[in-house]
């Protein structure tokens, strides 16, 4: 600072304070030489001059110099604003977040701060670049300089904003981006991305990013207010019913008091929707003890029938028990414990169960089917063991023609009736396996006893067996064949077994009806049933038309010829 005293020359250097300046020029605010008022000045002014002579730029007091300072201000801001504007366009223009936002981004989250972060590093660059001059000054984003009256007004009103008031210009706030911890005015946007720790504690902006998960996904959608309309609003019994009834979602926990629940029972019942009923009585269930909604349920009919269906159908054998016991319903009780069986595996434990059941209270019907399951389980047992030593020791020649297929044990009592007369059809009727004596004990029909002693002993062909079932004596010595069902359903159970038409003639003799006689030969082809029909009826006719259906040598041509030849016999035709 040429032609000026020392003191004037260091005031001037404080209070010329140099903004940022182009490349092309610089501006500097001269200030005029003023006497020192403080205490603290005085060390460094020296005595004023007594004259100086006028300096040629002029002075401070001429309006002509405070208008090119005004100038000079203004132009250094726009050319500031320009290029902030023109820097600020490059980066957000040359970042990949200038598309919207889609829930269908691919992009990884960490991928787009690292992304942020190096095209901020970029302008912290130019920065640095800046930092290297001397006579370069930091400004604020604003475009004021650091540690003007303005800047520091409006650092301190930033420190003192409330934590949710975030209204920062030009950088919208991202909820997914780490937090990072508030900047003193001493740092500067670079250091904050080059993690310049100036003050002791400050992570850097690396390590902050490195806790961030490697994706963050939306957040759902809140449902609008009037979905959850139903749901929250205070419905009346009826209209909680109404609502349910039209596929809304309600909640039953504002009915607190027995009074109300029971009402919104019996409106559900009143509503005949079984769905809704059992809605209510789950939640009845949960909210209540046993013993009030047993209580309750006595009168209520239809809802208990809906409850005990539900208990049966989800299993809840012990509620279910409880609530027979608390109702007096001693036979379903009863019942329920003897269906117990069915998950009982051991043959000897379901027997030891099935005899611990006969004391229970069932019907005198349900006793006799309980008394007979445990006789029946009994004797399977013991028919099971003896016919497996047997068949291993290879003592009967049925056990080598037939060999088991499966154990009889839990068999029903017509299969072990059919078992007995497979395989034990001649023992004497003391032994348990005897069929005789399984009628006995159980006291089967002569029809069941029948039909399935028919359809094993025709398994086995033994035809001796079989004809014995039909032959009856009566009181003067004479047998007859009888049967306990029609002789037709025989016939369909011999010919199913493969019978030899030998046997099936013999049957179909004993059918009375004569057309049905005749169609069942013709189905069987009893061909000497059907000659001796026509014979016996005199149609020459069907006769003669029946015999061109063999041929002339074969046997049934031949008889069809004698029986025409015999001049005995008076034709009708």
Known sequence: MKGYSNGESMLTKKLVIPFIVSASFIYLIPSPPL?????????????????????????????????????????????????????????????????????????DDYTRLKESKKAVNSISALADEDDDDDDVEKVSWSGEPVGSISWSVKETASKLRPAGDSRELGFPKISASPSLPKNNSVYSLSSLFKAKTKVGGMLSSSDSFSDTPARHYAPELRKPKCEYKDYISNWSPQETILKMQQGKVVSLERFQSLQDKMLLL???????????????????????????????????????????????????????????????????????????????????????????????????????????????????????????????????????????????????????????????????????????????????????????????????????????????????????????????????????????VQVLEVYVNLLEDLELKINMAHKFKCHDVIINTYRDTKDKKQLLGYQKKFDMSSAEHKKIADVLNNSQIRWKN
């Open 35 to 107: 006497a020192c008022s403080t205490a603290r000045h005085r060390p460094h002014c020296a005595s004023p001059a007594p004259t100086a002579a006028p300096r040629s730029w002029g002075s401070l007091n001429d309006p002509s110099d405070h208008l090119n300072i005004k100038n000079a201000l203004r132009d250094l801001k726009l050319q500031k604003m320009s290029r902030a504007k023109a820097d600020e366009d490059d980066y957000w223009n040359s970042s990949k977040f200038t598309l919207a936002f889609t829930f269908d981004e691919e992009d």
């Open 266 to 500: 019996d409106k559900a019942v009143d509503g005949h929707d079984g769905n809704i009923i059992t809605a209510i009585l789950i939640y009845l269930k949960r909210s209540l003890c046993k013993e009030v909604l047993f209580r309750e349920l006595v009168g209520r009919e239809t809802a208990l029938r809906h409850y005990i269906h539900y208990l049966k159908e989800s299993g809840e054998q012990k509620v279910l028990l409880d609530l027979f016991r608390a109702l007096g319903r001693t036979e379903d009780e009863a019942l329920l414990q003897y269906k117990h069986h069915l998950t009982i595996t051991d043959e000897n434990k379901r027997r030891d169960f099935l005899k611990t059941c006969l004391g229970l209270p069932f019907s005198p019907e349900d006793s006799l089917h309980v008394q007979d399951h445990y006789t029946l389980l009994e004797r399977q047992i013991i028919i099971e063991e003896n016919d497996k030593q047997v068949e291993r020791t290879g003592q009967s020649d049925v056990f080598k023609r037939f060999p088991r297929k499966a154990s009889i044990l839990n068999m029903p009592l017509i299969t072990t009736l059919y078992y007995s007369c497979f395989y034990h059809y001649s023992e004497p009727e003391g032994t348990y396996s005897s069929p005789a004596n399984i009628r006995r004990t159980f006291k089967l029909a002569e029809k069941q006893y029948f039909l399935t002693a028919l359809a094993a002993r025709a398994k086995l062909k033994a035809w001796t067996d079989v004809d014995s079932l039909f032959t009856t004596r009566n009181w003067l010595g004479f047998t007859k064949k009888k049967s306990p069902v029609a002789f037709q359903r025989v016939l369909d159970i011999l010919h199913k077994n493969n019978a030899p």
